[in-house]
């Protein structure tokens, strides 16, 4: 791979693989508090073109963002994405749903209700199990995140954290592993 086409990416833990895709600010600062999960997940934590050490990208290049998740998906993984993260991983399910287990949108940006290139009502049909998670401070991110909740048929968190983003906000991380646990057998993925 070129060095053009090369980004950071962090793996802890082991079990089953969870791949969070961080927004605007970087990894590091998004996803800290999800470093607890590594004692019973494998976290793969890449960072997004654009951002430091990975390769330059122009901004909201989330086409690109998808096809670097889909470079990571050796096996079958929960996506998880925050805000502009999110459009990456809606775009990686849409593209592979076979290799997804299930999906968590965080906040997400209301670019993911306008990209062209994302067809909800078929990412929906997919059978992929999602949540959508906001912090209930932001009309407009509330909005947003109704929105996509009721085009995916998805199911809808409020997570309140007292000025926190959402993966910081205390019970986050209960709330998402629940909904990770309980994905497995649901949607396409039902088991016997």
Known sequence: MSASEQIAVERFGSGPAILLLHGSAGPELTWDRQMELAQRWSLIIPTRRGNSPSAPAPPGDFETDAE???????????????????????????????????LTLIEPSPALTREAALDLDGLARAGIPVMVVSSGRDKEVEAV????????????????????????????????????????????FRTA
């Open 68 to 102: 670097d998740i889909d470079r990571l998906l050796t096996k079958r993984t929960h996506l998880v994405g925050f805000h502009y993260g999110g459009l990456g991983v809606a775009l990686a399910a849409q593209r592979n749903p076979e290799m997804v287990r299930s």
């Open 145 to 188: 995140s109704d929105a996509v909740a009721k085009r995916l048929r998805a199911r809808r968190e409020v997570v309140s954290g007292d000025g926190e983003a959402v993966p910081h906000a205390p019970g986050f991380n209960d709330l998402l592993e629940d909904f990770l646990r309980g994905s497995a057998g649901t949607g396409r």
